[in-house]
């Protein structure tokens, strides 16, 4: 039997290592394949994998030093040297750590003698570990390496990019084939890396069905809303970091309000997700006079629960997205989206079909859809009934498991 070796370095069971539990819980795999698992060992991580892996196959946590400046708030005057001191200790140690972790991964994979590696990365560059791996897969021999890429790749616009150049190339080499999960991601890749068409794919991810009851909607519209089940809720579900725009859909909602206070008077806002500016954003929902309507559920593990309570979601994003997970949990559930020209996501969202499309960062275009949608029930099913039926004929986990299993014994057969 084969065997395939998944390996990710990722703080946190994020947007692109949700694939990772479909290809290591899944039965049609496990049959046809031996799997080892790896990951770069966090705490967080270890948590997040135990409650999300339920199969028996190998999991081996790895250790390596980071090589970053530890962050770390200083005392002023001396807090402005905190940043400084993060980049010159990630370039003095970029390349003796690159070294190591290729010779280190040269022993592991020439131990192991996996047929495949399938490596999962954030983005390009992304982590350190994950080019050092395939790399080193190629030098120990592993004859098939699978690069996932799972965000826009970074151009070489900076120094540090710039001193990657020749790592890439190196990278480019030992990979044999580059996933991303769009067309727009891959041809972003293909461009930056100069990649030949033999070498680049897209995979659109996929995720499990899921059974929710209507008569768990109305629960949880009641219990959430006891004095006001007539609301219209509008979710939106990610990392609460600059590139998700969460500031330009708070700016959108305060123009309804100005705008159409009828409208305000129903509606709710449930920001759900947690992050670095979650504060930030509080305190920017206060002065904007806002912050009545709107809930900061933080990090929850009823998601999607949430989202289904929800009229619809918006992502607001303004970069580096792909191909976001939450969209298909939304179109799964058969909820509208709202969200932008950005990256993957007018390859899941049909606007004016499945939902509406806006430029990102324009607030003004935010508002007029979501006003659109709150003034329109019917159009709100509509839109959601069609969402479903699109994610049913493309999105499911079927559909790209199987897409991964023709790469696979299509790479195994060119071997033989």
């Known amino acids: 039997m084969s065997k395939i070796l998944y390996y990710t370095d990722c703080p946190f069971f994020g947007g692109c290592e949700n694939m990772l539990p479909l290809f290591l819980n899944s039965e049609r795999i496990k049959n046809k ?5 790896c990951y770069r060992y966090s705490v967080e991580y270890k948590n997040d994998l135990e409650k999300r892996i339920v199969s028996d196959i190998p999991v081996i946590p790895l250790t390596f030093i980071s090589g970053t400046w530890p962050k770390k708030n200083f005392i002023p005057p001396f807090n402005h040297i905190s940043k400084p001191l993060q980049y010159l200790s990630t370039g003095i140690t970029r ?15 020439k131990k192991l003698s ?9 983005g390009y560059p992304a982590a350190r570990t994950v080019r050092s791996a395939a790399i080193a897969a190629r030098l120990a021999g592993v004859k098939s390496v699978i690069m996932v890429v799972n965000n826009m790749a970074a151009g070489y616009t900076s120094l540090g990019r710039v001193i990657d150049a020749i790592f890439d190339r190196w990278v480019v080499h030992s990979v044999t084939i580059f996933i991303t999960a769009s067309k ?10 100069r990649l030949p068409n033999k070498k680049i794919k897209f995979i659109p991810n996929g995720i499990e069905p899921i059974e929710i009851y209507d008569n768990r909607n109305k629960n949880i519209r009641i219990k959430q809303n006891p004095c006001r089940s007539c609301e219209i809720i509008i979710s939106v579900v990610g990392l609460l970091v600059e590139r998700k725009g969460h500031r330009f859909l708070l700016d959108a909602i305060k123009i309804i309000k100005d705008n159409n206070p009828h409208l305000w008077n129903h509606l709710k806002l449930w920001v759900i997700g947690d992050g670095e500016l979650r504060q930030s954003l509080e305190c920017y929902a ?6 009545e309507n709107i ?28 191909f976001p997970f939450v969209i298909l949990e939304a179109m799964l559930l058969g909820k509208p989206v709202i969200s932008t020209y950005v990256a993957g ?33 019917k159009l709100i099913k509509k839109m959601g009934e069609a969402g479903k039926q699109r994610f049913e004929s493309n999105f499911t986990s079927d559909i790209s498991l199987k897409s991964y299993l023709d790469l696979y014994d299509l790479l195994l057969c060119s071997l033989k």
Do not use: M
């Open 295 to 322: 809930v900061f559920w933080g990090h929850r593990p009823d998601v999607l629960e949430k989202l289904f309570a929800s009229d619809f979601l918006v992502l607001p994003s303004i970069k580096d997205e792909d």
């Open 114 to 122: 996996p047929d495949i590696v399938h490596l999962n990365n954030g």
């Open 33 to 37: 394949y031996e799997i080892v698992f």
């Open 345 to 377: 996501i007018p390859e899941q969202v049909e606007d004016g079909k499945t939902g509406l499309l806006v430029q990102p960062g324009d607030a003004l275009s935010l508002s007029k859809a979501i006003s659109e949608l709150c003034r329109d029930p």
């Open 95 to 109: 390349l003796p750590l690159t070294f190591y972790e290729i010779f280190w991964f040269i022993r592991f994979f």
């Open 286 to 291: 206060k002065s904007l006079e806002i912050s």
């Open 184 to 193: 727009s991601a891959a041809t972003r890749l293909q461009s930056v890396l």
